[in-house]
């Protein structure tokens, strides 16, 4: 492992020196084409034994085989990653094909001069119909049944909620052929910023949805620097902080208030707000509370009442016999746990359907 570390930091090292726009992934028999921009560059992590190629592709480094500026000719290969097909105005984010199905993002800018933003389209071709059919029942399905399990800041611990975010309307599915379906995500980037799409996509691509901070530094790049799809303000002289992410799809709000001490953070409260509108959102927040109560742990508590669920939890660290103690962690640990959550709660479903 750690030679093959070293050799990868050689061949980044020379990318730098050698400003290679096109280099191309060897592995697994074949090859990925990546273009990268003057601002991108390769960061290997030996912590995580990844690989970040730009935000195009995060490799596991044991699956690279070489990394080389010439395409190889008895190869089989793809194109992935991000390319700018109209300056400012047309990209594309293509995928590693999977199984039965390749897919790409299609983000083209809007022409509302008065509200600029850019509609974000999943696009993903399937090798028959039959495979079609069934991931777009899984979709359907999903859509209305399946419980997703969303990560709090604590380690461990999920809060199941029902549905996902998807495009209103249609349900954010169409299909625009027998072997093609087209997944709008126009309304959950809506007046997003360029950059905050680009490293959304990156994060869901590379990032699987227990993935547990604190990152390592090259992993820590890649995250957007602030939440992108909930608001945080400071108050208290800068003290305390609040994030908030109102879900409509899923009628539930959710506002995390931090608990200070000093300069470091103690822990947070989470208060989740269910949709009064009909029982079935009040027997949600009741499941979401089964699914926490634990009076055996001290640092974390979680109380119910109507149709808001409030959860307090106290950062902790075990020591060499087993017992707990307060650990508080530092502004920088506790923001990039909030951008995580940020984007672990509108993770779209796609991308567990598209790795089955």
């Given at each position: 492992?750690?030679?093959?570390v070293?050799?990868?930091?050689?061949?980044?090292y020379?990318?730098?020196i050698?400003?290679?726009?096109?280099?191309y992934?060897?592995l697994h028999?074949?090859?990925?084409a990546?273009?990268?921009?003057?601002?991108?560059?390769?960061?290997p992590?030996?912590?995580?034994?990844?690989l970040?190629?730009?935000?195009?592709l995060r490799?596991d480094?044991e699956d690279?085989?070489?990394?080389?500026?010439?395409r190889p000719?008895h190869?089989?290969?793809?194109?992935?990653?991000?390319?700018?097909?109209?300056p400012?105005?047309?990209?594309?984010?293509c995928?590693?094909?999977l199984n039965?199905?390749?897919?790409?993002?299609e983000i083209?800018?809007?022409?509302?001069?008065?509200i600029?933003g850019f509609d974000?389209?999943?696009?993903?071709?399937?090798n028959d119909p039959e495979?079609?059919?069934?991931?777009?029942s899984q979709?359907?399905?999903?859509?209305k049944?399946?419980?997703?399990?969303m990560?709090?800041?604590t380690?461990?611990?999920?809060?199941?909620?029902?549905?996902?975010?998807?495009?209103?309307?249609?349900?954010g599915?169409s299909q625009?052929?027998?072997?093609n379906?087209n997944?709008?995500?126009?309304d959950l980037f809506?007046d997003?910023s360029l950059?905050?799409i680009h490293k959304?996509?990156?994060?869901?691509?590379?990032?699987?949805p227990?993935?547990?901070p604190?990152?390592t530094?090259?992993?820590?790049?890649?995250?957007?620097?602030l939440?992108i799809?909930?608001t945080?303000e400071?108050y208290d002289d800068f003290k305390?902080?609040r994030?908030q992410?109102?879900l409509?799809?899923?009628?539930?709000?959710c506002?995390?208030?931090s608990i200070t001490?000093?300069q470091d953070?103690?822990g947070y409260t989470m208060t989740?707000?269910?949709d009064?509108?009909?029982e079935e959102y009040?027997g949600?927040?009741?499941?979401?509370y089964l699914?926490?109560q634990?009076?055996e742990d001290?640092?974390?508590h979680v109380q119910?009442d109507?149709?808001?669920?409030?959860i307090?939890?106290?950062?902790?660290e075990?020591d060499?016999?087993g017992?707990l103690?307060?650990a508080?962690?530092?502004?920088?640990y506790?923001?990039q746990?909030?951008v995580?959550?940020?984007l672990?709660w509108?993770?779209?479903?796609?991308?567990?359907?598209?790795n089955?």
């Amino acid at each position: 492992m750690m030679k093959k570390v070293f050799l990868l930091l050689v061949a980044c090292y020379s990318l730098g020196i050698m400003a290679q726009k096109n280099i191309y992934i060897c592995l697994h028999g074949n090859y990925h084409a990546v273009s990268l921009d003057d601002q991108e560059n390769i960061a290997p992590s030996v912590a995580s034994h990844s690989l970040h190629v730009g935000l195009n592709l995060r490799y596991d480094i044991e699956d690279i085989d070489s990394i080389v500026f010439i395409r190889p000719s008895h190869l089989q290969g793809f194109r992935v990653g991000w390319e700018q097909l109209v300056p400012q105005q047309e990209f594309q984010y293509c995928l590693p094909p999977l199984n039965s199905k390749t897919a790409l993002y299609e983000i083209k800018k809007t022409d509302n001069s008065i509200i600029p933003g850019f509609d974000v389209n999943l696009l993903i071709n399937f090798n028959d119909p039959e495979s079609l059919q069934k991931f777009a029942s899984q979709y359907a399905k999903r859509t209305k049944n399946w419980k997703l399990t969303m990560r709090t800041l604590t380690k461990g611990r999920r809060i199941p909620a029902y549905n996902h975010y998807v495009t209103s309307g249609n349900e954010g599915i169409s299909q625009e052929s027998d072997e093609n379906l087209n997944v709008a995500y126009s309304d959950l980037f809506k007046d997003k910023s360029l950059e905050d799409i680009h490293k959304a996509l990156y994060y869901w691509q590379n990032f699987t949805p227990d993935t547990e901070p604190p990152l390592t530094s090259a992993d820590s790049a890649a995250l957007p620097g602030l939440p992108i799809f909930g608001t945080m303000e400071h108050y208290d002289d800068f003290k305390k902080i609040r994030y908030q992410l109102e879900l409509p799809q899923k009628g539930l709000t959710c506002v995390v208030t931090s608990i200070t001490e000093a300069q470091d953070i103690k822990g947070y409260t989470m208060t989740l707000t269910f949709d009064e509108n009909g029982e079935e959102y009040r027997g949600e927040a009741y499941e979401a509370y089964l699914s926490l109560q634990d009076d055996e742990d001290e640092f974390f508590h979680v109380q119910l009442d109507d149709n808001r669920l409030t959860i307090s939890s106290f950062f902790h660290e075990t020591d060499e016999a087993g017992n707990l103690y307060p650990a508080p962690i530092s502004y920088d640990y506790y923001l990039q746990r909030l951008v995580m959550l940020d984007l672990e709660w509108n993770r779209p479903l796609a991308y567990d359907l598209l790795n089955q």
